[in-house]
C-alpha cells in the first residue's frame, strides 16, 4: 500500500515539476519517464498531476498513452482485488 502511494506522489509531484520547468524553458522531464511512472503503479497521480497543473492535457499521443496507463492499472487492480481473477491467474 505505501508503495502504491509512492508511487502516485512521485508521478504527481513529476508533472508538477515538469510544468514549471516547462514555463522556464528549462530541460524538461522526458515524456517517456512520466508514462513509465503511470504505467508501474502511478497512473492515479499522474491523472491527478495532468489537471491540477494542467500538463499535457491536449498533446497526442501522450494524452492517449496516459489513458492506456490508466487502463491497464485498472485491470491489474482488478485482477489483485479479485479473488475469482487471482485463482485463475496464480496470485
Do not use: Y
Amino acid at each position: 500500500m505505501l508503495m502504491s502511494l509512492s508511487i502516485n506522489v512521485i508521478a504527481f509531484l513529476a508533472f508538477g515539476w515538469d510544468k514549471s520547468r516547462a514555463e522556464r524553458r528549462m530541460r524538461r522531464i522526458p515524456e517517456s519517464t512520466l508514462l513509465g511512472l503511470a504505467l508501474f503503479g502511478g497512473a492515479a497521480g499522474a491523472v491527478l498531476g495532468q489537471q491540477v497543473f494542467r500538463h499535457k492535457t491536449r498533446k497526442q499521443p501522450f494524452a492517449a498513452l496516459l489513458l492506456c496507463a490508466v487502463a491497464i492499472n485498472v485491470a491489474a487492480l482488478v485482477i489483485w482485488l479479485s479473488p475469482e481473477m487471482r485463482a485463475q491467474f496464480g496470485f
